[in-house]
């Protein structure tokens, strides 16, 4: 029988937060705009996944992937916002959370761009749009293997599905970004040198 965990005291709390969770903000905010695709939503999730993650700073085992961890709550949050959304439609002002993040010096204002700074930049906007159309299943496993980086048994736990399902995800997912991707690598110069011939 494993023992229940002791209780920490809210020093130890902030320590941990701010050590451990803060870091990944900006991760944060990119999984969250993509599983949203709208800004209001993604900052309300991110603040739902911190005000989760220090009232349960309990569980986390620390020198554990604390990013992986965050990103299971702000998952399962999405998952419950989706199922409430009917019933309770109202949205945090943008505004209010950019005045959050300032007046509790929680991040500074790298992160207030993220979307344009990691993502469009990163990528360019045709390569944005093509990720923007998958669907959102697909969005996820991309963003979460080719972006973030994690391990497939890491996104099978973030998403709560098996590791044979993340690989057939990422395999289907990459295959539609390539066909959509096709005409506009070939108006950059790129050549299918497998086919032996150039795309007209």
């Given at each position: 029988?494993?023992?229940?965990?002791?209780?920490?005291?809210?020093e130890?709390?902030?320590?941990?937060?701010?050590?451990?969770?803060?870091?990944?903000?900006?991760?944060?905010?990119?999984?969250?705009?993509?599983?949203?695709?709208n800004?209001?939503?993604?900052?309300?999730?991110?603040?739902?996944?911190?005000?989760?993650?220090?009232?349960?700073?309990?569980?986390?085992?620390?020198?554990?992937?604390?990013?992986?961890?965050?990103?299971?709550?702000?998952?399962?949050?999405?998952?419950?916002?989706?199922?409430?959304?009917?019933?309770?439609?109202?949205?945090?002002?943008?505004?209010?959370?950019?005045?959050?993040?300032?007046?509790?010096?929680?991040?500074?204002?790298?992160?207030?761009?993220?979307?344009?700074?990691?993502?469009?930049?990163?990528?360019?906007?045709?390569?944005?749009?093509?990720?923007?159309?998958?669907?959102p299943?697909?969005?996820?496993v991309?963003?979460?293997?080719?972006?973030?980086?994690?391990?497939?048994?890491?996104?099978?736990?973030?998403?709560?599905?098996?590791?044979?399902?993340?690989?057939?995800?990422?395999?289907?997912?990459?295959?539609?970004?390539k066909?959509?991707?096709k005409?506009?690598?070939?108006?950059?110069?790129?050549?299918?040198?497998?086919?032996?011939?150039?795309?007209?």
């Amino acid at each position: 029988m494993s023992e229940e965990k002791e209780k920490l005291t809210r020093e130890e709390k902030i320590e941990i937060f701010e050590k451990e969770f803060l870091p990944h903000v900006e991760a944060l905010k990119t999984f969250a705009y993509y599983l949203t695709y709208n800004d209001n939503d993604a900052n309300d999730l991110v603040q739902e996944t911190y005000m989760k993650a220090f009232r349960f700073a309990e569980k986390f085992d620390k020198g554990t992937n604390a990013k992986a961890w965050l990103f299971r709550i702000l998952k399962n949050a999405y998952i419950n916002d989706y199922r409430k959304k009917s019933k309770q439609p109202d949205r945090v002002d943008f505004e209010d959370v950019i005045n959050y993040h300032k007046s509790d010096d929680v991040t500074d204002n790298k992160y207030l761009n993220l979307k344009e700074e990691s993502i469009e930049e990163m990528m360019g906007d045709e390569i944005t749009k093509a990720i923007n159309s998958l669907p959102p299943e697909f969005r996820t496993v991309i963003l979460l293997a080719d972006i973030e980086d994690f391990s497939y048994k890491e996104i099978s736990k973030i998403i709560g599905v098996p590791i044979g399902t993340v690989r057939s995800r990422l395999f289907r997912a990459r295959n539609t970004l390539k066909d959509l991707l096709k005409k506009y690598a070939f108006s950059l110069g790129y050549k299918d040198y497998r086919s032996g011939k150039e795309e007209e």
